[in-house]
């Protein structure tokens, strides 16, 4: 599927479902979610079609604190601009599953097998959550980051759909502007927007980059 026109997909998935469906009996989605800003635009693209839960595990995300904090941001916006049709669940945090992954990676740059492995964890978790719960459909936000791969996190979100027989819904939202508009949407609301993905390795990599930068 390298290369492929994801965001031409999800228009043609999307359609499928919305004919398939009444406005009073939205397809059930679970929507994993990084982080406030990112989901801001995704949210917008999808809401209108699906009954979601915005579905926040990210095991990467190491400090608790953080972990929390990111959460709690994104369900204030949730609560804060949809009244109905969209919900919120935070998955207990489980950083030792993160760690125990990239033990012997850890200076592997991003966008390499750790990170492979990284988005694998969080959307095996959230098709096994929502298969459990009786979803119809999954995706991620992750796609909107243009520092992550768009093919790598449709090709893991297949191989999930066929593993847990659940429907998965192709993206790549970054196209069509969508980074920039979650970039208007978080100034709009005043969403915390960090500079790194969330684990202590992206973490540690920004703050040298900015060293770099500085000196």
């Known amino acids: 599927m390298q290369n492929s026109n994801y965001y031409k997909m999800m228009e043609e998935q999307i359609a499928k479902y ?17 982080c406030a800003p990112c989901s801001s635009h995704c949210l917008s693209v999808l809401a209108e079609h699906f009954d979601i839960t915005a579905y926040f595990y990210n095991p990467n995300i190491t400090d608790y604190a953080e972990y929390i904090k990111r ?10 601009v949809y009244v109905d049709g969209v919900d919120v669940k935070l998955a207990d945090h489980d950083p030792q599953v993160f760690l125990d992954m990239a033990k012997g990676r850890e200076e592997l740059p991003e966008r390499g097998a750790r990170c492979y492995d990284c988005y694998k964890i969080r959307l095996e978790k959230s098709a096994s959550y929502g298969k459990e719960n009786g979803y119809d459909v999954f995706t991620t936000t992750l796609s909107i980051s243009p520092h992550k791969n768009a093919d790598w996190l449709n090709e893991i979100g297949a191989e999930m759909s ?4 659940i429907g998965y819904l192709f993206s790549d939202f970054k196209k069509k502007d969508g980074y920039r508009h979650s ?26 980059r900015y060293n770099r930068k500085q000196g």
């Open 162 to 165: 066929r593993k847990y027989d």
């Open 71 to 80: 959460f709690e941001e994104l369900s204030r916006f949730v609560h804060e």
């Open 183 to 208: 970039i208007q949407l978080s100034k709009e609301y005043g969403l915390y927007r960090q500079n790194f993905c969330g684990c202590e390795f992206s973490r540690k990599a920004t703050e040298s």
């Open 18 to 34: 919305d004919s398939k469906s009444d406005q009073s009996a939205k397809p059930k989605m679970l929507l994993h979610c990084c």
